[in-house]
């Protein structure tokens, strides 16, 4: 029998084309936790990856580049998808980032749904699509990623592709009040029922999406036990049965482990803790690592920590919080403001509380080393990850596999992913709340040794139980299982019927 191979599909590649000063393109490897836990199951399955390479070129990509993208991954295929400067514009700038991202995570006043911006989210799926038509043959298992391609599972259906496609969500899913509010509501629906399996981050999000389904979708049956478990639940449509689970996703936490060992990230965490303006021996560190999005809450978490400082002006030069942003999305006009907003608030709360020898706050707009971020997570004594909504966040996860001492506070918002797996033992807060935030800061800086690493021990251990293979495994198990007998009968299937309000508002 044939081996099915597996074609992963995302809108970046694992790998950056840039072009060099005098005109030549460069192929860079791409490094995270998806590249690392893909890399081997592409390899054991002859896999392929098809997306963007993150250059933007008029034309289509000139075959004799492709040796020299090869190069850059080795033992599965890449191909890539070339996009233009209208399609990143309005495909990606667009209805990705300027109309799913903010719908999905609440943010609806921040959408821009413009026609235009749909007409090319669709165009460039059916080119992501056609890619994979190519290199795909029948039993090949086809996994694609993300909110950027929603539409290419119901595309390859277009082109009769008849092997099983999987989806992961790797951010929330809203729920129906807020999805409803989407132009194409039907239409991005409709294209999830699509695929053969559907993986979300947390039971919210599957519940929402379920909730949808019920609301918009007609004809549509799930299993009543499961519908709203963190199990894997079975959706009947249109003669076909769409599996939908939770399945966290993390990180490759020996790495992480390991280089937090590293004699050469021990000397650097301790050079920062030395080098902090004012340090003595009992400052303690606080830390924030976000990429620039109004979705991860820094303006809010400045203001908890400007709270703080007015609050308890006893920590005054005892407390120094490194907030790193890594540059993101600045073509769009919201995360611009963005950055002026966090560097406003930034000058505030040093020209409010700074001395000739204390500095408060260390801002730092830009991508470190892998090593550096490491050695910023073991030189911390509090995390401070307080996205207003985040799909997972592995920022958490990443600080604590890094923790190896273990007498760190991780202080986590409640709108988090990680927050359905750290409840018990991160200080969980509501980022929108400042006073209750500013309050958390000073719980951790006064828990008691004992209480930290207790916390912090079950955090890890949680970590390296689900770590990213974890992950992998569980979703391709969930994917490939034939017999799921411990499955519901039909009988036990309730029907997904539209309210009938929103049925006629929907289908007239
Ligand atoms: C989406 C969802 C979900 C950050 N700064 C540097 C750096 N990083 C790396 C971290 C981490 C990653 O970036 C950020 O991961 P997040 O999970 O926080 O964030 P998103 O980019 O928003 O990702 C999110 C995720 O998808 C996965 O499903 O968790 O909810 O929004 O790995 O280490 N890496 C380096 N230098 C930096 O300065 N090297």
Known sequence: MKKSHIIIVSNRLPLILKKTEDGKIEVEKGAGGLVTAMAPILKNRNGTWVGWPGYVQESDMDDTMLPEIQKAVSGYSVKPVMLNSDELKKFYEGFSNSIIWPLFHGFIGKCLFLPEYWASYQAVNKKFALTVYQNADDPDFIWVHDYQLILVGAQLQKFHKRTPIGFFLHIPFPPIDTFIRCPWRFELLSAMLEYDIIGFHTILSKRNFIGCIKKIIQDAQIDAKKAFDETVSELRFNNRVIRIGVFPISIDYNEFFLHAWDSDVYKRSKEIRNNAPGTKLDTKILLGVDRLDYTKGIPERLKAFKRFLTRFPKFHKKVHFIQLVVPSRREIT????????????????????????????????????????ISLYRACDIALVTPLKDGMNLIAKEYCACNIDEKGVLILSEFAGAAHQFYQDAVLVNPYDIEGTASAIYMALNMPLEEKSQRMRNLRENVKNKDIFWWLNSFLNAAIEKDLSSFPQVDEYFPCKPDFELQSMVFL
């Open 334 to 373: 919201a995360y611009a403001d963005l950055k002026l907003k966090i560097e406003q608030l930034v000058g505030e709360i040093n020209g409010l509380f700074s001395t000739n020898d204390w500095l408060p706050v260390q801002y730092m707009f830009r991508n470190l080393e892998r090593n550096e971020l």
